[in-house]
């Protein structure tokens, strides 16, 4: 069969992990007008690189389902609302769900996003030059999601460590090596952190009212469903602070288009998450034998979307491979995936980064890079290795 698929998929079976990690988005392009739906042994599954494909996978639940023990972040932290579907996937999500709508998180969020990225930005100031992506997006994406989940006496450096080794243990497996035991003890030593706030009062924090009889979940179920939080909260606004300010600032003029007038700023956030989302792909799998734009895809077979190649589809982005700020249908990107696992802490990032960005500009109005742009790596969370700035 593999040999068969091969064949009938070549541009799919000519594609390395290398080059899904460095730079997808040529072998994306190759994908998405001659194979949208292709056979990747890379990858020992398929991946779906059209938007109007992408969507269909990401909307139908009951065809592409995540319940599967081979989803990679079930296999790190345990079930979740992440790797449930149906009525069990809701029974996850409602609990956590409230406090990250619109206007809950512009309530409660907006004041502590900008202290926290106004005391980040005191601290690099005076030394004229920094790293931002560990200095300033990572620290801020913790601070905000620990705050938000209510982890008693955390401390930011920790939480890092930790999902340092959750992320790497994820990639880890998504690259067929397995879990690591480093993402183990990450866990292990987050679980820890997290038991405290679970016998508080319901009204103390987001951990305690979802272990509360109204929120209905199992300690164990609390906290993996909070890990998975953690690590969508840190690895998404990380990565979109980080990839946002290397792409205005590798655009003079469209930087100096937003510095003059801010109120462009947030559509510039949104097309950098079109042009490089920071989670590039998402996985599925077949509840049933199925077709799918000629591909035949057997039963419980891997089914992988891919994010950035979704939002580089040249039948609704024009010029898509260009960073566009003013792109009008730049919201169109699928960034935070579509249906029933729709990112629940989009709106949170997207204030996050927006605020951040905002911040740096105002206050450091000689921000530069130092050096050339740097390229954004990662076969599954895409963002610069690092971003080193000046002022």
């Known amino acids: 069969m593999t040999a068969g698929r091969a064949a009938r998929f070549p541009l799919g079976a000519a594609v390395t992990l290398a080059e899904l990690e460095e730079d997808p988005h040529p072998a994306l392009a190759r994908l998405r007008a001659s194979e949208p739906v292709s056979w990747l042994p890379a990858l020992d599954g398929w991946l779906v690189t059209r938007r109007d494909l992408a969507l269909q996978v990401m909307r139908d639940a009951?065809?592409?389902?995540?319940?599967d023990p081979r989803f990679s972040t079930g296999v790190v932290v345990g079930p979740s609302m992440l790797t449930l579907d149906g009525a069990e996937h809701k029974r996850h999500r409602a609990p956590f769900a409230e406090p990250f709508k619109l206007a809950a998180v512009r309530a409660?969020?907006?004041?502590?996003?900008?202290?926290?990225?106004?005391?980040?930005?005191?601290?690099l100031e005076p030394a004229g030059e920094a790293e931002l992506r560990r200095a300033l997006a990572g620290p801020l994406a913790t601070a905000i999601v620990v705050?938000?989940?209510g982890i008693p006496g955390a401390r930011t450096g920790e939480v890092l460590a930790w999902y340092d080794a959750i992320v790497a243990s994820v990639v880890s497996i998504t690259e067929g090596d397995g879990p690591t035991e480093a993402g183990r003890q990450g866990f292990g030593a987050l679980s820890a952190a997290m038991e405290p706030a679970l016998d508080a009062d319901p009204s103390a924090s987001l951990l305690a009212a979802a272990a509360g009889a109204a929120g209905g979940l199992e300690r164990d179920r609390v906290i993996s469903n909070a890990a998975v939080l953690l690590f969508g909260g840190i690895e998404t606004t990380e990565g979109m602070i980080a990839n946002a300010v290397a792409h205005l600032l590798a655009h003079p003029d469209q930087l100096a288009a937003v510095r003059a007038d801010p109120a462009l700023l947030p559509n510039a956030i949104e097309e950098s998450?079109?042009?490089?989302?920071?989670?590039a792909?998402?996985?599925?799998?077949?509840?049933?034998?199925?077709?799918?734009?000629?591909a035949q895809i057997a039963e419980r077979e891997l089914v992988t979307v891919s994010i950035a190649g979704a939002n580089r589809d040249p039948a609704v982005f024009e010029a898509p491979d260009?960073?566009?700020?003013?792109?009008?249908?730049?919201k169109l990107h699928a960034a935070f995936a579509?249906?029933?696992?729709?990112?629940?802490?989009?709106?949170?990032?997207r204030l996050e980064a927006v605020t951040a960005v905002q911040r740096l500009l105002e206050r450091l109005p000689d921000l530069r890079l130092d050096g050339d742009?740097?390229?954004?790596?990662?076969l599954v969370f895409r963002k610069p290795p690092a971003l080193q700035v000046r002022w």
């Open 62 to 67: 009951q065809t592409f389902t995540v319940d």
């Open 281 to 294: 792909v998402i996985d599925r799998y077949a509840a049933r034998a199925m077709e799918l734009a000629g």
């Open 108 to 123: 409660r969020f907006t004041e502590p996003v900008r202290d926290e990225t106004d005391r980040l930005i005191d601290a």
């Open 322 to 330: 260009a960073f566009d700020m003013r792109r009008a249908n730049a």
């Open 338 to 349: 579509h249906g029933p696992h729709v990112c629940i802490g989009m709106h949170l990032a």
């Open 147 to 149: 705050l938000a989940l």
């Open 373 to 378: 742009p740097p390229p954004a790596r990662g």
């Open 273 to 279: 998450l079109r042009l490089e989302p920071a989670a």
